[in-house]
């Protein structure tokens, strides 16, 4: 999968061959892997992707909404 990550601060960040996304929100928590199904939402919590390499933990917390569509995982967070 892809990962798009958009902020003010750092602009547009790419990161490819991930193999699971992990969102802790509020009122979920999702696990999405490889050809997961369309969808949009909003993240109130932590996301962490898991890369070939290692983990790598965006942030412990943030307010940011995503769309994930053809193993692309695009998000726009917040005030960062």
């Known amino acids: 999968m892809i990962v798009k990550i958009f902020t003010l601060k750092n602009g547009l960040e790419v990161?490819?061959?991930v193999n699971a996304i992990r969102i802790k929100s509020k009122e979920y928590n999702l696990l999405i892997l490889k050809d997961y199904v369309p969808m949009i939402g909003e993240i109130d919590g932590d996301l962490e992707f898991e890369l070939a390499d290692g983990n790598k933990l965006i942030n412990?917390?943030?307010k940011a909404y995503y769309v994930i569509e053809n193993n692309v995982f695009s998000v726009l967070i917040e005030g960062v």
């Open 15 to 17: 990161y490819e061959n």
């Open 60 to 62: 412990s917390y943030i």
